[in-house]
């Protein structure tokens, strides 16, 4: 079976701290990745896609390591409206892209 | 604006009846998908369509049954076959190209008694 491994947390930060989630996944022939917010009793929102280079989007880093099928997160001067459950996604081609979530990493930003 | 629609937002059934769950885009996107998440856990693919008047089942297909007659349209029906049905489901769309990212619905939340 093809998974996708999140550390369920909840991780709890002081506002301002620097958090990192990673996310395993086992298929190396997975081909997109991506993180998504839920928010408590809402609908997944994409926060961004991960690319081989790494890509950056304000105060969020996500980072692609093929080699050890690895995607990680990094978010940078935390703010409480960041509290929130974050997913991995990952997608793979059988002749079709079919997405296999995460079961998400808890975060609470404290004041 | 473009977007995934879900309607109700909340539904109350009793055991034992049929219930369709509705999900509309205008995203014009070829691909959909409805998932079930219980409190606390992860997203489960029920089933998914690549396109119109064809699908597939996800991982928790039993149960449940789904049509693709339009592009646009991808209902679901729970059956009375399902043992726990009382879930939020979340309905999705994507493109087919470029990096097949997911949009959702908001959800419908039902409760089954």
């Known amino acids: 079976r093809k998974e996708v491994e999140q550390d369920p947390g909840p991780f709890n930060v002081p506002e301002g701290a620097t958090v990192a989630f990673n996310c395993t996944y086992s298929?190396?022939?997975?081909?997109?990745f991506f993180w998504y917010r839920q928010d408590c009793r809402k609908e997944p929102k994409l926060l961004m896609s991960?690319?081989?280079s790494g890509n950056e989007d304000g105060r969020f880093t996500a980072q692609l390591n093929r080699a050890s099928q690895y995607i990680s997160l990094l978010i940078r001067d935390s703010k409480l409206s960041d509290s929130a459950t974050y997913l991995c996604?990952?997608?793979?081609?059988?002749?079709?892209?079919?997405?296999?979530f995460g079961r998400g990493t808890s975060l609470i930003v404290h004041p | 604006d473009g977007g995934i629609t879900q309607s109700p937002k909340y539904l109350f059934r009793k055991e034992g009846q049929n219930v369709t769950l509705s999900c509309e885009q205008n995203?014009?996107?070829?691909?959909m998908y409805w998932y079930r998440q219980d409190p606390g856990q992860g997203l489960r693919l029920i089933y998914y369509?690549?396109?119109?008047?064809?699908?597939q089942k996800g991982d928790i297909a039993e149960g449940y049954s789904v049509s693709r007659e339009k592009k646009e349209s991808f209902p679901l029906t729970v059956t009375s076959a399902q043992k726990n049905p009382t879930a939020f489901y979340l309905c999705?769309?994507?493109?087919?190209?470029?990096?097949?990212?997911?949009?959702f619905g908001p959800g419908t939340r039902l409760t089954v008694t």
């Open positions: 999705a769309s994507s493109t087919q190209t470029d990096n097949y990212e997911q949009y």
């Open positions: 298929n190396s022939a997975s081909q997109s």
């Open positions: 991960v690319y081989s």
């Open positions: 996604v990952v997608n793979w081609s059988g002749g079709s892209y079919i997405p296999t």
């Open positions: 995203l014009n996107h070829d691909a």
């Open positions: 369509s690549q396109i119109v008047n064809d699908f």
